[in-house]
């Protein structure tokens, strides 16, 4: 055959030349030490935004209505927890707050506003300044106090949003209340992220979080991006301190198990080591940002390293063991090894690179490297490996080196053997029923599946609230740091009725002099959907409408102007409008009015605010169809419907990328049977455990309630990618076996030898993928479980159904009368009818 010259020749290379080959990878391996140095980080959920139609349309909206060269702005909330925040005390803590940020210069205070603000400039209506604010408190009686509060709540909407929903207007109490301070940082930088995920406000708040302490007495907390942004830095980092070490002890643990030989040992966690070296020098190489998804690669990579390393040794001692020569031994391994790892990387690369159809950056990039690093892994493992083993013993033959083992795992005999033989007894009992029975199962565990929820959310990045007692026992540096985000982001969504995240957009495209523009935005607002703040049972909203009337509220001149040209008297101009915003942008209200008015009067920017509570699904739908009944184009967008969009991609690539996987897989399968053993059909049967594997893991995902997210969408087409490593180890196996022996004895001899190494294989990698449940951030503890699941769904298909189905292939494909051989049980076995391809 025309291919083995090829692998005659790598037999060759590797036995032959096996010094000059170790040399060729540790100088690679050096090459992409190099580029280690190279790698960024790229944290949080604008990452999977970038790009997006959505995010794009919403940057152009924050474009549209952004004044012209003018500086960004960042915020900053101030959270205010107490028995009554709401009393003098708790209003002079938060008003001095606010004074002492303003006072440092290197917060770039633009502006603060707060509850307290309020209820002073009500006590004292010519208190502009925060100080002139605290001297009105600080003069006001509590009885005064608490009569301005009920003023300002009735009187004020914004006061009611800025105070939790247990405010009491009769004592005038509150338990909580938000402040705000508005930061002027250089243009164009406030939303975005810069090296390692950090934000422009991060040092900002930082610095905030200190002076508020101090004029506090720590009954304020500083909450913002800034502060998510470095969160999620940190949890990245903390989550790699965990991972990685446990991972490494887990797999030490179980390789010294499989190979029971220090330097096979000490020979395996090497290549290992390169194939990690190689990956992540080569992302530094080519400028691929590291991100929360990425972790999730070592691992991959160790399973399916640690399965070719596993089953190259143990191949290899099956050779010794019967008493072959070094170098004829790694001959025959490689001979066989060489084809299964190409197979198992063909079809790995297939499962991983099928995420590169997803829409989200984040989830290609993972596709990307996950195939790049498998391909890397099938060169270390399947030459390097076998290279260096030829050396070491070698040199045990010319120097006392210790060799503690050299038996294969799963020998016959053995009490391992015995259990992985439970297969080939069903398989020889009752193939056809024990396989109907793991189909009806397999469709059942896929329909269940089918109401599996997705989810993309700013918390699938973050800790929990609490971390677990036994994380907080571990030793520095292992020991994960104090987080706050999550406490906050939930506090500020059981106690208020909307957050500052808590909004949605409407874009409006028509032409805003037209008599009747502005009564259409106003009529928008009336009977607003359930997912809609309501004020006055209208929808709050803020518009070029609101900055209407709030001019008009204070300004005699311009309230005359609205008056005279509002038909209905609903303090809405309804005539000659471009009047009305000339008078805007020539007065202090300009730079407030072009956040919402096109400076064309050509477009206009509707922003309401929902419920903290409400699904984004539910919100989305509703901003779309309250878009849907302006008589001009109206497109809905908004940070919740961009996250929306994400979600609704996150669904639409794991469908896609398991589709994808699945086909490719089946293709590759049966074109590579043909080439190698002249039998495509063996292609169909080694994809029938693959699919049991993805229908039990989807079922399994929708039982333990984990959903599709961010990280976990990339599972389906992982658990073919790992899975198929497994079936085909056994079905190659049996392919090389079945020439030489009747089918009881080529299945015996395939499950003892492959069954073995598939063991160590499963054990070592569900232990070293299942450390990912330890990472911090809930999605890739997600991930982590799940695939240390489908690992061990792929291994017991593998050992177990994988023989029935072979049995069922040998009866269909090799014998006259298939349905009488396959119903015959009971009937010696009888050798295998030579053919030249499937009937």
């Given at each position: 055959m025309e291919y083995q010259r090829y692998i005659d020749w790598i037999d060759d290379r590797i036995v032959e030349d096996s010094r000059r080959v170790v040399a060729v990878f540790l100088v690679a391996t050096l090459i992409f030490t190099a580029g280690l140095g190279n790698i960024s980080t790229n944290a949080g959920t604008s990452q999977f935004t970038t790009g997006l139609p959505a995010e794009e349309a919403f940057e152009q909206v924050n474009q549209e209505f952004s004044p012209a060269f003018s500086p960004d702005t960042g915020s900053t909330q101030l959270i205010q927890r107490g028995d009554n925040v709401l009393s003098k005390d708790g209003l002079l803590r938060m008003l001095r707050s606010q004074h002492?940020?303003?006072?440092?210069?290197?917060?770039?205070?633009?502006?603060?506003?707060?509850?307290?603000s309020i209820v002073a400039t009500k006590l004292d209506p010519t208190a502009t300044s925060t100080e002139a604010q605290i001297r009105a408190v600080e003069s006001a009686t509590e009885?005064?106090?608490?009569?301005?509060?009920r003023t300002a709540a009735d009187e004020n909407p914004r006061f009611t949003s800025l105070v939790s929903t247990d405010f009491n207007r009769?004592?005038?109490?509150?338990?909580?209340?938000?402040?705000?301070?508005?930061?002027?940082?250089?243009?164009?930088?406030?939303?975005?992220?810069?090296?390692?995920?950090?934000?422009?406000?991060?040092?900002?708040?930082?610095r905030a979080d200190y002076v508020v302490q101090s004029a506090a007495h720590g009954s304020i907390t500083v909450f913002g991006s800034g502060i998510i942004a470095d969160e999620n830095s940190r949890v990245l980092v903390d989550s790699l301190l965990l991972v990685v070490p446990a991972a490494v002890l887990f797999i030490i643990f179980f390789l010294v198990v499989a190979y029971r030989d220090l330097a096979d040992l000490v020979l395996g966690m090497v290549t290992?080591?390169?194939?990690?070296?190689w990956t992540f020098g080569f992302m530094g190489l080519a400028g691929i940002p590291f991100s929360q998804m990425l972790i999730a690669v070592p691992p991959l990579l160790l399973a399916v390293g640690i399965d070719f390393g596993i089953h190259a040794i143990n191949r290899y001692r099956e050779e010794r063991q019967a008493g072959a020569s070094l170098e004829k031994s790694m001959r025959i391994t490689t001979d066989q090894l060489i084809v299964a790892f190409f197979i198992v990387t063909g079809t790995t690369i297939i499962g991983f690179a099928a995420n590169l159809t997803s829409a989200l950056p984040p989830i290609r990039d993972f596709g990307a490297v996950a195939a790049i690093g498998i391909t890397f892994t099938f060169l270390l493992f399947g030459i390097f490996l076998p290279a260096a083993k030829v050396e070491i013993d070698r040199l045990r033959e010319r120097y006392p080196i210790p060799t503690?083992?050299?038996?294969?795992?799963?020998?016959?005999?053995?009490?391992?053997?015995?259990?992985?033989e439970g297969g080939i007894t069903v398989a020889n009992r009752a193939p056809l029923v024990f396989l109907a029975l793991m189909l009806l199962l397999s469709a059942g565990s896929g329909a269940y599946a089918t109401d599996i929820s997705t989810t993309f959310d700013q918390t699938d990045f973050l800790p929990p609230e609490e971390n677990p007692d036994y994380l907080m026992q571990l030793p520095e540096p292992f020991r994960p740091g104090t987080y706050t985000v999550t406490e906050q982001i939930n506090f500020l969504e059981d106690n208020f009725g909307s957050t500052q995240s808590g909004q949605t957009t409407v874009y409006l495209e028509r032409p805003m002099r037209q008599d009747g523009a502005l009564e259409s935005i106003y009529r928008a607002s009336e009977d607003p959907p359930d997912t809609f703040v309501r004020e006055d049972g209208r929808a709050k909203a803020t518009s070029i409408v609101t900055v209407i009337q709030d001019r008009a509220a204070r300004d005699p001149e311009f309230r005359r102007l609205v008056e005279r040209n509002d038909a209905n008297d609903n303090g809405v101009p309804d005539d000659n409008i471009g009047a009305v915003y000339e008078y805007l942008l020539d007065s202090s209200s300009r730079d407030r009015t072009l956040q919402y008015l096109g400076d064309d009067y050509r477009n206009a920017r509707i922003v309401y605010t929902v419920e903290a509570d409400a699904d984004n699904g539910a919100v989305t739908d509703d901003t779309q169809a309250l878009a849907n009944e302006f008589r001009y184009t109206a497109v809905a967008t908004g940070s919740i419907v961009v996250f929306q969009a994400v979600s609704n991609l996150i669904l639409e690539s794991a469908i896609t990328s398991l589709a994808v996987a699945l086909?490719?897989?089946?293709?590759?399968?049966?074109l590579v049977y043909r080439l190698f053993e002249g039998r495509p059909s063996l292609g169909v049967a080694n994809l029938v455990p693959i699919v049991v594997t993805v229908c039990l893991i989807a079922g399994t995902m929708r039982y333990l309630g984990i959903p599709f997210n961010a990280i976990t969408a990339t599972i389906l087409a992982i658990t073919i990618g790992l899975g198929v490593d497994y079936s085909v180890h056994v079905t190659h196996r049996f392919a090389d076996e079945i020439h030489q022996k009747p089918l009881q004895q080529a299945l015996e001899a395939t499950v003892r030898g492959t069954g073995g190494a598939l063991l160590g294989s499963m054990l070592t990698t569900t232990s070293g993928i299942g450390v990912l449940a330890l990472a911090i951030f809930p999605a890739l503890g997600q991930f982590g479980i799940l695939t240390g699941i489908s690992i061990v769904y792929a291994f017991l298909t593998s050992v177990f159904l994988l023989p029935s189905v072979l049995v069922v292939w040998d009866g269909v494909t090799n014998y006259d009368q298939p349905l009488q051989r396959l119903f015959d049980l009971g009937s010696p076995q009888q050798p295998v009818k030579p053919t030249e391809g499937d009937d």
């Open positions: 002492r940020m303003e006072q440092k210069p290197d917060l770039r205070v633009q502006s603060t506003s707060s509850a307290a009885s005064e106090i608490d009569a301005a509060v009769g004592s005038a109490s509150a338990s909580a209340t938000i402040g705000l301070a508005t930061h002027e940082v250089p243009a164009g930088i406030s939303s975005g992220s810069g090296q390692g995920g950090s934000s422009p406000l991060t040092g900002i708040q930082h290992l080591l390169m194939a990690i070296i503690f083992s050299t038996h294969p795992l799963g020998e016959e005999g053995g009490a391992l053997a015995r259990i992985l086909a490719g897989t089946g293709i590759y399968l049966v």
